[in-house]
């Protein structure tokens, strides 16, 4: 079936060092892939997505490009703030459909320090 | 625009009590989805309704979980006689007829059941 793996956490930085969490996929067809953000005490936002094989998504910084050959979707940012501490959760919709059930990796805690 | 709405914020019941949850979606969106997020299970999915196609309930967990949509918009979730593994923060997502922009999640419903 459908699945998502992304690294464990938490992930500790200092403001202004690179962030890389990684994430793959298990799908049928050509899943619609996410990375979603939570920061503190909040709902669940989309941060970007890719719908095809070697699209990028970008979004505050953050970009993730979708490999299907090696069915990843590491999301990545240059410089990371405190602000950007949150947890991220890697996610598809598979089968090639947009629409349809989200599949969820275990979400990666990120804390920036100062 | 108005995002997803959800009421209760908060809900606390006794086991064995009946609870109702309540999402209102982004005006307009024909997709709506239940999912709940819990520690130790992390973001499961619940159940998606398109339209007026027959509801997607693979992911509910037992019958005593349940759920409606009317007039194609508000939907309720209800879980009967409550257990205390229910507790959990219970998420509304819509998305519109193409998906490729993702799905907005409401803030949530925090449940403990006593």
């Known amino acids: 079936g459908d699945s998502v793996t992304q690294m464990e956490g938490p992930v500790t930085l200092s403001e202004e060092a690179f962030l890389t969490i990684n994430c793959t996929y298990t799908a049928t067809g050509y899943p619609s892939l996410f990375w979603y953000v939570q920061y503190p005490g909040e709902g669940l936002q989309l941060l970007l997505k890719?719908?095809?094989?070697?699209d990028k998504g970008s979004n505050k910084g953050f970009e993730a490009t979708y490999r299907k050959e090696t069915t990843s979707f590491h999301l990545e940012k240059g410089s990371v703030q405190v602000s950007d501490s949150a947890v991220y959760f890697c996610a598809l919709i598979g089968g090639g459909s947009t629409l349809g059930r989200l599949y969820f990796g275990r979400g990666t805690q990120l804390t920036v320090w100062p | 625009g108005a995002g997803v709405s959800q009421s209760p914020s908060n809900k606390v019941t006794e086991k064995g009590k009946d609870v109702e949850l309540r999402c209102d979606p982004i005006?307009?969106?024909?997709?709506l989805y239940w999912y709940r997020q819990s520690l130790g299970q992390g973001l499961e999915f619940l159940i998606y309704?398109?339209?007026?196609?027959?509801?997607?309930k693979s992911g509910l967990p037992s019958d005593r979980f349940s759920a409606e949509r009317t007039g194609g918009s508000v939907s309720t979730l209800t879980i009967q006689r409550t257990q205390q593994e229910d507790s959990a923060v219970y998420l509304c997502a819509s998305s519109p007829g193409s998906a490729k922009s993702g799905q907005f999640f409401g803030p949530g419903t925090r449940l403990t059941v006593l």
């Open positions: 309704f398109q339209g007026n196609s027959a509801p997607d």
């Open positions: 005006s307009g969106h024909t997709a």
């Open positions: 890719a719908t095809k094989a070697d």
